[in-house]
């Protein structure tokens, strides 16, 4: 019968590795845990008790937005126009506005208008 020998503790995490495992993933906390083999949790009390961590999770943050924006710009310019009104409703204030005129007894027509309004 083999004696069952006790589990070593594993070394806490440096900042420095969870540092280069938040760049290497854009910041994103569960692949950094699921990496590392512990819970989402435990990184994240690591970077809420570390300015250095918090630091970079919000430049890391602010890089992913910058990223996205330009890929929805990219996408409105050529032609998607999806891309291009959520754009604008987010961006230029645009709004949607629903007209709708009751012609006769059976016709009703309603109308979208997209645009900046004041009103």
Do not use: C
Request: no cysteine.
């Amino acid at each position: 019968m083999v004696d069952k020998l006790p589990l070593k503790k594993k070394k806490p995490l440096s900042i420095k590795q969870i540092e280069k495992e938040l760049r290497n993933y854009d910041g994103n906390m569960t692949a950094v845990a699921k990496h590392f083999g512990v819970t989402r949790q435990a990184i994240s009390k690591r970077v809420n008790n570390s300015e250095t961590l918090r630091n970079l999770t919000d430049e890391l943050k602010s890089v992913l937005i910058d990223k996205v924006s330009n890929a929805l710009i990219e996408n409105a310019l050529s032609g998607d126009t999806t891309a291009a009104i959520f754009f604008l409703k987010s961006q230029a204030g645009w709004t949607e506005k629903q007209v709708v005129e009751q012609k006769s007894d059976n016709i009703t027509r309603i109308i979208i208008e997209h645009g900046n309004y004041t009103d």
